[in-house]
Protein backbone atom coordinates (compact mmCIF):
# COMPACT_ATOMS: atom_id res chain seq x y z
CA UNK A 1 0.00 0.00 0.00
CA UNK A 2 2.90 2.07 0.88
CA UNK A 3 4.19 1.43 -2.45
CA UNK A 4 1.22 2.97 -4.18
CA UNK A 5 1.52 5.92 -2.24
CA UNK A 6 4.77 6.95 -3.06
CA UNK A 7 3.97 5.54 -6.96
CA UNK A 8 1.04 8.21 -7.35
CA UNK A 9 2.75 11.13 -5.12
CA UNK A 10 5.55 10.72 -7.86
CA UNK A 11 3.12 10.63 -10.42
CA UNK A 12 1.80 13.86 -9.62
CA UNK A 13 5.37 15.26 -8.96
CA UNK A 14 6.20 14.12 -12.39
CA UNK A 15 3.14 15.55 -14.23
CA UNK A 16 2.89 19.08 -15.03
CA UNK A 17 1.70 20.93 -17.54
CA UNK A 18 2.52 20.26 -21.44
CA UNK A 19 2.59 22.73 -23.79
CA UNK A 20 2.78 21.03 -26.80
CA UNK A 21 1.32 17.75 -28.30
CA UNK A 22 3.27 15.13 -26.95
CA UNK A 23 2.96 13.04 -30.32
CA UNK A 24 1.29 12.17 -33.24
CA UNK A 25 -1.79 10.33 -33.59
CA UNK A 26 0.13 8.17 -36.09
CA UNK A 27 2.76 7.24 -33.82
CA UNK A 28 -0.39 5.99 -31.17
CA UNK A 29 -2.20 4.09 -33.51
CA UNK A 30 0.75 2.19 -34.68
CA UNK A 31 1.93 1.33 -30.87
CA UNK A 32 -1.63 0.34 -30.03
CA UNK A 33 -1.64 -1.81 -32.82
CA UNK A 34 1.55 -3.48 -32.28
CA UNK A 35 1.05 -4.07 -29.13
CA UNK A 36 -1.21 -7.13 -29.66
CA UNK A 37 0.76 -8.61 -32.67
CA UNK A 38 3.76 -8.71 -30.14
CA UNK A 39 1.81 -10.77 -27.85
CA UNK A 40 0.57 -12.67 -30.44
CA UNK A 41 4.56 -13.47 -31.61
CA UNK A 42 5.35 -14.42 -28.28
CA UNK A 43 7.31 -11.25 -27.11
CA UNK A 44 7.64 -11.36 -23.44
CA UNK A 45 4.79 -9.55 -21.17
CA UNK A 46 7.15 -7.79 -19.71
CA UNK A 47 8.59 -5.56 -23.01
CA UNK A 48 4.62 -5.37 -24.40
CA UNK A 49 3.59 -3.73 -20.39
CA UNK A 50 6.28 -1.73 -21.33
CA UNK A 51 5.47 0.04 -24.13
CA UNK A 52 1.49 -0.27 -23.35
CA UNK A 53 2.65 1.82 -19.76
CA UNK A 54 4.03 4.68 -22.76
CA UNK A 55 1.03 4.35 -24.50
CA UNK A 56 -0.95 4.99 -21.69
CA UNK A 57 1.14 7.89 -20.43
CA UNK A 58 0.94 9.37 -23.99
CA UNK A 59 -3.00 9.04 -23.76
CA UNK A 60 -3.20 11.05 -20.21
CA UNK A 61 -0.87 13.41 -21.77
CA UNK A 62 -3.64 13.59 -25.06
CA UNK A 63 -6.36 13.65 -21.89
CA UNK A 64 -4.73 16.50 -20.30
CA UNK A 65 -4.44 18.77 -23.46
CA UNK A 66 -8.19 18.01 -24.34
CA UNK A 67 -9.19 19.09 -20.65
CA UNK A 68 -7.33 22.19 -21.40
CA UNK A 69 -8.74 23.34 -24.43
CA UNK A 70 -12.17 22.27 -23.19
CA UNK A 71 -11.05 24.83 -20.61
CA UNK A 72 -12.00 22.17 -17.61
CA UNK A 73 -10.06 22.98 -14.60
CA UNK A 74 -10.30 21.29 -11.23
CA UNK A 75 -7.81 20.68 -8.12
CA UNK A 76 -5.24 18.01 -9.15
CA UNK A 77 -6.75 17.30 -12.55
CA UNK A 78 -3.17 16.78 -14.00
CA UNK A 79 -2.67 13.72 -11.68
CA UNK A 80 -6.29 12.76 -11.94
CA UNK A 81 -6.21 12.31 -15.47
CA UNK A 82 -2.94 10.94 -15.68
CA UNK A 83 -3.27 8.42 -13.12
CA UNK A 84 -6.12 7.17 -13.89
CA UNK A 85 -5.24 6.64 -17.30
CA UNK A 86 -2.12 4.73 -16.51
CA UNK A 87 -4.64 2.62 -14.72
CA UNK A 88 -6.54 1.29 -17.70
CA UNK A 89 -3.44 -0.90 -18.24
CA UNK A 90 -5.77 -3.51 -15.96
CA UNK A 91 -8.86 -3.03 -18.48
CA UNK A 92 -6.72 -3.73 -21.62
CA UNK A 93 -5.39 -7.08 -20.66
CA UNK A 94 -8.15 -7.89 -18.03
CA UNK A 95 -8.76 -11.30 -19.85
CA UNK A 96 -5.43 -12.37 -20.93
CA UNK A 97 -3.35 -11.69 -17.61
CA UNK A 98 -2.89 -13.65 -14.78
CA UNK A 99 -2.05 -11.74 -11.96
CA UNK A 100 0.36 -13.19 -9.77
CA UNK A 101 2.63 -10.68 -7.73
CA UNK A 102 6.16 -11.83 -7.39
CA UNK A 103 9.18 -10.09 -4.60
CA UNK A 104 10.72 -7.86 -7.62
CA UNK A 105 13.42 -6.41 -4.92
CA UNK A 106 11.19 -4.88 -2.46
CA UNK A 107 8.53 -4.93 -4.14
CA UNK A 108 5.54 -7.21 -3.86
CA UNK A 109 3.75 -6.75 -7.84
CA UNK A 110 2.95 -8.41 -11.01
CA UNK A 111 5.81 -7.81 -13.23
CA UNK A 112 3.52 -6.79 -16.12
CA UNK A 113 2.29 -4.08 -14.14
CA UNK A 114 5.96 -2.92 -12.63
CA UNK A 115 7.14 -3.29 -16.56
CA UNK A 116 3.87 -0.86 -17.50
CA UNK A 117 4.71 1.44 -14.22
CA UNK A 118 8.21 1.68 -15.65
CA UNK A 119 6.92 2.29 -19.09
CA UNK A 120 4.70 5.44 -18.34
CA UNK A 121 7.41 6.68 -15.84
CA UNK A 122 10.27 6.58 -19.03
CA UNK A 123 8.07 7.98 -21.09
CA UNK A 124 6.98 11.15 -18.58
CA UNK A 125 10.64 11.53 -18.26
CA UNK A 126 11.32 11.35 -22.03
CA UNK A 127 9.44 14.22 -22.41
CA UNK A 128 10.73 16.15 -19.39
CA UNK A 129 14.07 15.68 -20.54
CA UNK A 130 13.00 16.78 -24.01
CA UNK A 131 11.91 20.09 -22.74
CA UNK A 132 14.92 20.49 -20.59
CA UNK A 133 17.48 19.87 -23.72
CA UNK A 134 15.54 22.45 -26.08
CA UNK A 135 15.01 24.90 -23.17
CA UNK A 136 18.89 25.17 -23.26
CA UNK A 137 19.08 24.91 -27.39
CA UNK A 138 16.95 28.36 -27.14
CA UNK A 139 13.98 26.61 -27.75
CA UNK A 140 14.94 24.50 -30.50
CA UNK A 141 14.97 21.07 -31.19
CA UNK A 142 18.48 19.38 -31.90
CA UNK A 143 17.58 17.92 -35.21
CA UNK A 144 14.23 17.29 -36.72
CA UNK A 145 11.48 14.71 -34.88
CA UNK A 146 13.89 14.63 -31.17
CA UNK A 147 10.73 14.60 -29.49
CA UNK A 148 9.38 11.45 -31.24
CA UNK A 149 12.99 9.80 -31.34
CA UNK A 150 13.79 9.98 -28.05
CA UNK A 151 11.11 8.23 -26.17
CA UNK A 152 11.58 5.73 -28.96
CA UNK A 153 15.37 5.41 -28.37
CA UNK A 154 14.78 5.28 -24.54
CA UNK A 155 11.62 2.55 -24.53
CA UNK A 156 13.92 0.62 -27.46
CA UNK A 157 16.60 0.28 -25.17
CA UNK A 158 15.03 -0.57 -22.20
CA UNK A 159 13.31 -3.04 -24.35
CA UNK A 160 16.46 -4.73 -24.87
CA UNK A 161 17.57 -4.81 -21.08
CA UNK A 162 14.10 -6.58 -20.56
CA UNK A 163 13.93 -9.03 -23.33
CA UNK A 164 17.39 -10.63 -21.82
CA UNK A 165 17.56 -9.89 -18.02
CA UNK A 166 13.83 -10.10 -17.72
CA UNK A 167 12.35 -9.17 -14.54
Known amino acids: MKFLVVLFLSLFVAVQKV ?18 IARKLGISDNVVGLWAGALFALLGYWLILWFDKKNWHFKGRNFILMASSVAMIGFMYMGELVYSPQIIGFLYIDQFLLSSLCGAFLYIFSQKFYAFMKEHNNGHAHFPFEKVVLPLVLLFGVSFVLDFYSL
Open 19 to 36: FANPACVVCTVAIGASLE
